[in-house]
């Protein structure tokens, strides 16, 4: 047990380094490793200190060498930064489900002979380049392809995409060309990637069966665990209800499925005598029933969820057939050392840590073999228990990591549980045989979904909070299991105060009279959050990614929300959907919001606890209520007398100008948001004279198609001696006016070794 626990918490270190060593060091902490356990097996573990003391050293560094040597693997395989951006001509095969996102197809393909280049890459097939055929899994193409490195935005508290991929062993993304035309080379033969074969073939019989419907969506996600085919709308509803869990191949559909096989195959063996003189019917179905089980695991995709729920049965299995039993802690804990073996960066997932404390908690507060008279009100006061238990246990943990949790969602998961469970996944299971069984699974999920979308809208449907540290997301679990715990209630309010903290936890705070500024990390777009002692505006709402997503969807209101912020106001500097694509999931999600009644021109001005807000352009006579025109962009200054910044929009070089011949020196400033994400239509040479800032930052995405910031714009920030931050190298740049001259930058203070390193401009070191 030491040395499993040990393993764990080497893991867990290695995750935690900013940057990669060398082969040779995890070679010496594996020889280390080694050293350590061929010691404690020489002295009688449980007798002896010395001997626990090196049984979790060995788990230690035999745990953390084996991370840092298989990243250092992955990481060897990276795309070559000279390669980035280039047309290339990939031969290789389609590998994974072809998914569909706005405006394309995205899938897995894996490279033949390709030596320069990464094994595995997802590409990006766009509508309008036309595809001389249908893309199917384990079909070969000759594709013209663009790769750059695998990079996402990087913001406080927000969803990694590069570990993501860095988890799935993918080293590159890129998108296919229109010349020279894709040829498809091949087709696959029976034997060539079956299961995943077969995954692409039921979810589009499912798709076409239900006509593309949303409803029809959720049913091809719990069959095939293509959790992409649902709609974001529909996602929201799961999540503000609680019940997302559900909509995917959770641990509760494979154990029923399990379940299921174990009674069927137990049935079989016992047609025959001479498999019963073999091997006991009872044994032979549980046996049988792991292992489809397995097998259905691994057809929905092999999530984190299905894997757990996999080695914990496959477990149980095989202690019942040895005739043994272990405490459950040391069950748990060998499953959990197991998946996290398996897949160390599995350990940063939020799926991971919501399966494996769920279970625990119903393994802790299980009150033991039922006693009395059974029959279904017992299995409903057992299922009602069960689910508050996980709710109250688990609502410190969601704070934590989604920082939200759903007050309804006890409720909607009674309701959906039994719904799902026991109708819409055997339905959508039996479709494969009986098409027509679809049907009936998208009218039950359209049902469901309709209930949980009124449930959505009830008021305090969902609680928020700002996201804590991890001491007190752990008291919080602590406190939420002893407060559900079988016992005397004096023991059990001890857990109060022990999720208190996780519950009333609140941002840092500003000074009165202070202000901050956040410009978020949205790719190529521009949006900045603006903090007083007690009021936020936002500056700015990022852009419109596709018909189906946008930055407010995926980068604001997750950021707000995590920061525990609400806004007062909304300025959008003009129409361009880079600064406004966003702004509708914003003002849906926090519809107190307020825009200002009247267009953003010269003269609008408003103070907010010491700080001063002053919009210097357009002028009265231009403005619009969104203006069309780069030229007619909203500028704004924020100053409270000690420290200033100043946010410019799309303004161009003939604007700052203007600006310089009418302000002069008044526009200089501490903070300057470069104009135009660093094109070189703006950023003037007299502009940045007059402005003289202490520190720029330009907000574009990387490899953005317009080549934004400008060489020379860079150049020319850097020869006036002014310190120049790009969102796409920097991450969310965080600036205080208690230090006017340093720029927090995401990607240095949250650096992890998987994370993209832009190689230095050109012309710099």
Excluded at 2 to 10: D, E, M, P, R, T
């Amino acid at each position: 047990m030491a040395g499993l626990a040990g393993a764990i918490v080497g893991i867990a270190l290695q995750l935690r380094q900013p940057a990669l060593w060398p082969v040779g060091p995890y070679a010496v902490a594996a020889l280390v490793g080694l050293a350590a356990w061929l010691l404690s097996g020489l002295l009688p573990v449980q007798r002896h200190r010395a001997g626990l003391l090196l049984a979790l050293v060995a788990g230690l560094a035999g745990g953390f060498a084996q991370t840092g040597w298989r990243a250092v693997d992955r990481l060897a395989g990276a795309l070559a930064p000279a390669l980035e951006g280039r047309d290339l001509i990939l031969q290789g095969r389609v590998t994974g489900m072809p998914q569909r996102r706005d405006g394309g197809l995205r899938f897995e393909f894996t490279t033949e002979g390709e030596a320069p280049l990464p094994g595995r890459l997802i590409l990006f097939w766009p509508d309008a380049v036309a595809s001389p055929a249908p893309l199917h899994v384990g079909e070969g193409w000759r594709l013209p392809v663009r790769l750059r490195a695998p990079h996402g935005t990087l913001n406080p508290h927000g969803f990694d995409y590069e570990l993501w991929l860095f988890e799935q062993d993918i080293q590159a993304t890129g998108s296919v060309r229109p010349a020279p035309a894709p040829l498809r080379l091949q087709t696959p033969s029976w034997w060539e990637l079956p299961l995943e074969r077969a995954r692409e073939a039921v979810r589009d019989r499912i798709l076409e069966r239900t006509g593309g419907s949303s409803a029809g969506r959720v049913v091809a996600a719990l069959v095939t665990g293509d959790q992409s085919a649902i709609a974001p709308a529909d996602w929201t509803v799961f999540r503000l209800t609680g019940v997302a869990h559900l909509m995917s191949i959770s641990g509760l559909h494979v154990t029923m499925f399990a379940w299921l096989a174990a009674a069927v195959v137990g049935w079989l063996w016992r047609l025959s005598p001479r498999l019963m003189l073999r091997w006991p019917a009872q044994h032979a179905g549980l046996a049988g029933g792991v292992l489809l089980a397995a097998l259905y695991a691994a057809f929905s995709g092999w999530g984190l969820p299905s894997q757990r729920t996999v080695w914990m049965l496959a477990l149980a299995v095989l202690l019942r057939l040895s005739a043994r039993r272990w405490p459950w802690p040391v069950a748990w804990l060998v499953v959990f050392a197991l998946v996290v073996a398996i897949d160390p960066w599995g350990l940063m997932q939020a799926g991971f840590w919501l399966s494996f404390v769920a279970v625990a908690v119903l393994f802790a507060t299980d009150a033991g073999p039922a006693v009395g008279p059974q029959g279904r009100g017992a299995a409903l006061r057992r299922l009602l228990r069960e689910q508050g238990v996980v709710t109250v246990a688990l609502a410190p943990l969601g704070l934590m990591l989604f920082q939200q949790v759903s007050v309804v969602g006890l409720a909607a998961n009674l309701l959906a549980i039994p719904a799902v469970t026991l109708v819409v996944t055997p339905l959508a299971m039996a479709g494969i045989a009986v098409p027509a069984c679809w049907d009936m699974a998208a009218l039950a999920v359209e049902a469901l979904r309709s209930a949980l979308a009124w449930a959505a809208t009830l008021p305090g449907a969902t609680f928020s909070a700002a996201a804590p540290p991890l001491w007190a997301a752990a008291a919080g679990v602590l406190g939420g299991m002893l407060l559900v715990m079988p016992g005397p209630w004096r023991w059990r309010l001890l857990g109060l105060p022990l999720a208190l903290p996780v519950l009333l936890w609140k941002a840092e705070p500003v000074t009165p009279g202070d202000f901050e500024v956040l410009a978020a990390d949205v790719g190529q777009g521009s949006a900045i959050v603006v903090r007083t002692a007690g009021h936020v505006l936002l500056f700015d709402a990022g852009p419109r990614y596709g018909p189906r997503s946008d930055a407010g969807e995926r980068v604001l209101v997750p950021l707000l929300r995590a920061l525990g912020l609400r806004l007062d106001r909304l300025l959008l500097s003009h129409r361009d959907t880079d600064h406004t694509g966003g702004a509708e999931s914003v003002r849906a999600a926090q519809p107190a919001v307020a825009d200002f009644g009247a267009p953003c021109a010269r003269g609008l001005r408003w103070r907010w606890e010491g700080v001063d807000f002053e919009v210097l352009h357009p002028a009265p006579e231009a403005a619009q209520p969104l203006a069309q025109r780069n030229a007619d962009s909203c500028v704004l200054r924020i100053d409270n007398g000690r420290a200033s910044a100043l946010l410019t929009g799309d303004v161009e070089q003939s604007q700052e100008l203007q600006l310089v011949q009418e302000r002069g020196d008044s526009l200089r400033t501490d903070l300057l948001i470069v104009a135009h994400h660093g094109s070189r239509s703006s950023s003037s040479l007299p502009w940045l004279r007059a402005v003289r800032p202490r520190v720029s930052v330009a907000q574009n995405g990387w490899r953005n198609p317009f080549g934004h910031p400008a060489p020379e714009v860079r150049a020319r920030y850097l020869s006036e001696g002014i310190p120049f931050f790009e969102s796409a190298r920097c991450g969310a740049a965080h600036w205080r006016s208690t230090e006017p001259d340093a720029v927090r930058c995401e990607r240095v203070q949250t650096a992890r070794y998987w994370h993209h390193r832009p190689p230095p401009p050109e012309g710099q070191e």
